[in-house]
């Protein structure tokens, strides 16, 4: 992909250096982690957050330490040292800085022409380990997530490393992936999706896992809406939809089932199967157009 470094509209937030101190919001995080079903790796957005209501689906500016109150009220707290990096790490720093920049201009165009609602724009919180949220603490095996509560994504960046190393899905626009369908989520926010959802699963219980599998189909398409935007621009190298695909099959939940337990059990999906994410991040990719990924109307 080709990018540039520098852009900003200061919505980044960066609590690598900060320590995860007391605070509320703990027990969310052990709903979330049971309704991940054993899994360690929440997904390109271990989500489930939103969609099952456990509200982990994020913030404290970790910057200058001391604290911060969330949109939620909340006020969270932790020391905070000086951020260590290495050179390879600040260049990642800066490229996941240039995509949540280009996906939030883009879905600031796209979204009032598309649904009629205007797009507010989400935080990217980077973080090392644990970190404290407005829908819970996480460590950092949950995974990239993105949080209702306080319209932020979480990012560990190590977990890119693990993306390439432990799911063979290496490549910029693999991680460019990953951040445009945690984006997803948070236009599904906005527009209400993901409230209407979680009364729909609360009021139909048996239905909360396909529902959950339609939500993160729908993020995996607005993810293919916004590469659709790169190409436009002229900022897709060759292979760069490619990785992207490779990193949404490999997340697949059939792949992440049979990989830790050695079996699948569709009825436990959470998020669709390897060629389920795919096909709806081309859908998305082939369309520019997010009316194009109702994932709610007919089969997925």
């Known amino acids: 992909m080709r990018w540039t470094p520098g852009s900003d509209r200061g919505n980044l937030e960066d609590r690598r250096g900060q320590s995860m101190g007391a605070g509320g919001g703990g027990g969310a995080l052990v709903g979330l982690l049971a309704s991940i079903v054993g899994r360690k790796f929440g997904i390109v957005g271990v989500l489930i957050v939103l969609v099952v209501g456990a509200l982990f689906s994020g913030g404290m500016f970790g910057g200058g330490g001391g604290s911060t109150t969330t949109s939620g009220g909340e006020v969270a707290r932790g020391a905070s040292a000086p951020v260590q990096q290495s050179a390879a790490e600040a260049q990642l720093v800066d490229f996941v800085t240039y995509v949540l920049n280009d996906a939030q201009d883009n879905w600031e165009e796209i979204l009032p022409r598309a649904a009629g609602t205007p797009y507010r724009d989400a935080r990217l919180v980077l973080y090392r380990d644990a970190v404290q949220t407005g829908c819970g603490n996480a460590p950092s095996a949950v995974g990239p997530f993105y949080c209702p509560n306080d319209e932020r994504v979480y990012i560990d960046l190590s977990f890119y490393e693990e993306l390439q190393r432990k799911y063979g899905a290496p490549g910029d626009f693999a991680q460019a992936y990953v951040l445009a369908h945690e984006i997803g989520h948070h236009v599904q926010h906005v527009v209400g999706t993901d409230a209407r959802v979680r009364q ?49 099959s490999a997340v697949g939940d059939d792949r992440l089932q049979q990989r830790a337990r050695g079996q699948v059990n569709p009825d436990s999906f959470t998020h669709g199967t390897a060629q389920q994410r795919s096909q709806w991040f081309q859908r998305g990719f082939q ?14």
């Open 200 to 248: 729909l699963q609360q009021s139909r219980p048996e239905a909360a896992n396909p529902l959950s599998v339609r939500m993160e189909l729908q993020a995996d398409c607005y993810a293919g809406v916004w590469a659709y935007s790169v190409k436009g621009e002229g900022k897709l190298d060759p292979g760069d939809a490619e990785e992207a695909l490779a990193a949404a």
């Open 287 to 300: 369309s520019g157009d997010p009316r194009s990924c109702d994932t709610f109307s007919g089969g997925v």
